[in-house]
């Protein structure tokens, strides 16, 4: 096999004006998510970044979806958002304890995000690096790194994330830098400037080149038109997985936008 598997989604299932606009008149809302996973196969857990959930509701996720469907988990707030990044052990080890492990093989990349005022200091971020486990309950971990700050354009925060197995995620928006450096055995992206009164969120010609963008993560490449930390760096041609998300602005056309851009690839 030359190419990984390309899932694009969304960020979670109860949105109010997806209703009659995504989800069926009357559809009840307990059946969303059986609904919303039928039509992607991935969608991106927001929730979990704010609060932690029970194991009963992990298993529940895990029920209500198809055998490959795949969950992408936000990491707690807690852990991330943090003067001493080092010193996060004791609330990665909370986050760990809530009962992801249910989801099974359903457990997808866990997106670590950090606020826009954390600056790169190599040996604090080292120190959360070496804190995140490889696996958990015998489910092999993916981690993927959404850091907000200039300051991470550097090629050392690429040289770490590659040590660490840890994905860049590639987020495309207005305010923050953008860093898509390939790091790991997947590729983790946020497309975030999409429009509401865009019918896919993003226009159809964008949707063609994510689309093809997503093709070349997954066949072991790197576009050469998006923003690099470290532009010298060869990169390893190898099969990636590629999870990528429409989120944040446009998110009321986000699950179209996710159906089309899987129409694409």
Request: aromatic share 12%; hydrophobic share 40%; proline share 7%.
């Amino acid at each position: 096999m030359n190419s990984g598997t390309i899932r694009a989604g969304m960020g979670g299932w109860t949105f109010e004006p997806w209703e009659g606009t995504f989800y069926p008149d009357r559809l009840p809302k307990k059946k969303q998510l059986e609904f919303a996973s039928r039509a992607v196969p991935t969608i991106e857990v927001n929730g979990t970044y704010y609060s932690g959930f029970t194991p009963a509701t992990y298993a529940k996720w895990a029920a209500e979806t198809p055998d490959d469907f795949v969950f992408s988990i936000k990491g707690n707030r807690f852990v991330t958002n943090r003067k001493v990044l080092a010193e996060a052990g004791e609330s990665m080890k909370k986050f760990f304890a809530q009962g992801l492990e249910e989801l099974g093989p359903k457990l997808g990349p866990i997106c670590w995000q950090f606020a826009n005022t954390k600056k790169f200091e190599p040996d604090d971020f080292e120190g959360f690096l070496k804190l995140l486990p490889a696996e958990h309950a015998g489910l092999k971990l993916r981690h993927a790194l959404e850091v907000r700050h200039g300051s991470f354009a550097v090629p050392d925060f690429v040289a770490l994330a590659e040590q660490y197995g840890c994905a860049i995620c590639y987020a495309h928006h207005h305010d923050y830098p953008e860093f898509a450096d390939v790091t790991a055995d997947f590729v983790y992206a946020r497309l975030q400037k999409g429009e509401d009164d865009v019918a896919t969120a993003y226009p159809p010609e964008d949707l063609d080149g994510w689309a093809e963008r997503a093709k070349l993560w997954a066949s072991g490449g790197q576009p050469d038109d998006l923003p690099l930390a470290d532009p010298s760096r060869k990169v390893e041609k190898r099969p990636r997985d590629v999870f990528v998300y429409i989120i944040h602005e446009g998110k009321v056309r986000a699950p179209q936008g996710a159906m089309a851009l899987m129409e694409r690839v």
